[in-house]
């Protein structure tokens, strides 16, 4: 969904003839299917116009007290209403918020979201985006745990290992930078896993790692050092699998495995003798020496895999 596309309209139609062409449905039809014609984007022209028609959102903002309270409780109520109609949350935000930005209020989709981590210290718990964590894959809040923060953004890693995936398909010398986890990760995992809006607020760390270069990324999961320097020691660093990873397990035939403990996985490799290994934090919470990077099922190890790392700014 094309957010700016949206906006830019939105932003035509009030600079040509005032805002309040939002409120007339009649008048504001006939502006958007002049300013988006045809069908590269249909999908964001009819989203606008539901906006306008079914939800009276042009009118609704436009009545709302001025009060960034009042604001913000009226954002609330609206985005809870059209969801509550059954469209997704990644389109709903979409649409209000351009909707509320051209009005000339702030972002206030953002602003909920960012006050979930906004005052959250080291060690603190907050929920952001949602992922299949259920055994029959049913869709829950993702929690997060701060690891670190400075004035600009919020370093934090997913409390739970959230799913199974190699650090790399191939049994082959690969550094971070190629690997098959990190285009999965910053691809598939971040699109499943996060609205629009949320998104928005996934900054992009600079990393460097011990092989291979430097890379930029948006999601990613920590190196040896990270891992090292961010828990206070073995125990503050273990984990628990989802309810959905030890499904994973158990279907491969895993049965074993218990459910209370999880491995998971380094950017890191272990020296360049052992190019097609990446380095692992034990269930133990002691940090391993090296696993083949195309394994997801350790022998005698249990379940593990992906525990997913970001930045959030502030």
């Given at each position: 969904?094309?957010y700016?596309a949206?906006?830019?309209a939105?932003r035509?139609c009030a600079?040509r003839?005032?805002?309040?062409?939002?409120?007339?449905?009649?008048?504001f039809?006939?502006?958007?299917?002049?300013?988006?014609p045809?069908?590269?984007?249909q999908?964001?022209?009819n989203?606008?116009l539901?906006?306008?028609d079914?939800?009276?959102?042009?009118?609704?903002?436009?009545?709302a007290?001025?009060?960034d309270?009042?604001?913000?409780?009226a954002f609330?109520?609206?985005?809870?209403e059209?969801?509550?109609?059954g469209?997704?949350?990644d389109a709903a935000?979409s649409?209000?918020q351009?909707?509320a930005?051209?009005?000339?209020?702030?972002?206030?989709?953002l602003?909920?979201?960012?006050?979930?981590y906004a005052?959250?210290?080291?060690?603190?718990?907050?929920?952001?985006?949602?992922y299949?964590?259920?055994?029959n894959?049913?869709?829950m809040?993702?929690?997060?745990?701060?690891?670190?923060?400075?004035s600009?953004s919020v370093?934090?890693?997913?409390?739970y290992?959230?799913?199974?995936?190699p650090?790399?398909?191939k049994?082959c010398?690969?550094t971070?930078?190629?690997?098959s986890?990190?285009?999965?990760?910053?691809?598939?995992?971040i699109?499943?896993?996060?609205?629009?809006?949320e998104?928005?607020?996934?900054?992009?760390?600079?990393?460097s790692?011990?092989?291979g270069?430097s890379?930029?990324?948006?999601?990613?999961?920590l190196?040896?050092?990270?891992?090292?320097d961010?828990f206070a020691?073995?125990?503050?660093?273990?984990?628990k699998?989802?309810?959905?990873?030890?499904a994973?397990?158990k279907k491969?035939?895993?049965?074993?495995?218990s459910?209370d403990?999880a491995?998971?996985?380094l950017?890191?490799r272990?020296?360049?003798?052992?190019?097609?290994?990446?380095l692992?934090?034990?269930s133990?919470g002691?940090?391993?020496?090296?696993?083949?990077?195309t394994i997801?099922?350790f022998n005698?190890?249990?379940i593990?895999?992906?525990?997913?790392a970001?930045?959030?700014?502030?």
């Amino acid at each position: 969904m094309d957010y700016e596309a949206m906006r830019q309209a939105l932003r035509d139609c009030a600079d040509r003839q005032g805002t309040g062409i939002l409120a007339d449905k009649t008048r504001f039809r006939e502006a958007i299917s002049e300013l988006m014609p045809g069908i590269e984007l249909q999908d964001e022209r009819n989203l606008l116009l539901i906006g306008a028609d079914v939800f009276c959102l042009g009118e609704k903002l436009r009545e709302a007290a001025s009060d960034d309270e009042s604001r913000l409780r009226a954002f609330q109520n609206l985005l809870k209403e059209i969801t509550g109609c059954g469209m997704g949350r990644d389109a709903a935000e979409s649409v209000l918020q351009a909707f509320a930005s051209v009005l000339g209020w702030e972002d206030y989709a953002l602003a909920q979201l960012r006050a979930v981590y906004a005052d959250k210290q080291i060690g603190e718990r907050f929920e952001f985006g949602s992922y299949p964590q259920g055994s029959n894959g049913e869709v829950m809040p993702i929690t997060w745990r701060v690891l670190d923060r400075g004035s600009e953004s919020v370093l934090a890693i997913s409390e739970y290992v959230l799913d199974a995936q190699p650090y790399h398909k191939k049994c082959c010398g690969i550094t971070w930078n190629k690997s098959s986890l990190r285009g999965w990760i910053n691809n598939d995992f971040i699109a499943k896993a996060f609205t629009c809006a949320e998104r928005s607020l996934i900054k992009t760390s600079k990393l460097s790692n011990n092989a291979g270069p430097s890379t930029e990324d948006r999601l990613f999961v920590l190196s040896e050092d990270e891992a090292e320097d961010l828990f206070a020691d073995d125990a503050d660093r273990k984990a628990k699998p989802t309810d959905y990873v030890a499904a994973i397990y158990k279907k491969a035939g895993d049965t074993d495995s218990s459910a209370d403990e999880a491995w998971w996985r380094l950017r890191s490799r272990p020296g360049t003798w052992w190019d097609f290994c990446s380095l692992l934090v034990n269930s133990d919470g002691t940090i391993h020496g090296g696993a083949d990077v195309t394994i997801v099922r350790f022998n005698g190890m249990g379940i593990g895999s992906v525990r997913p790392a970001l930045r959030l700014s502030l």
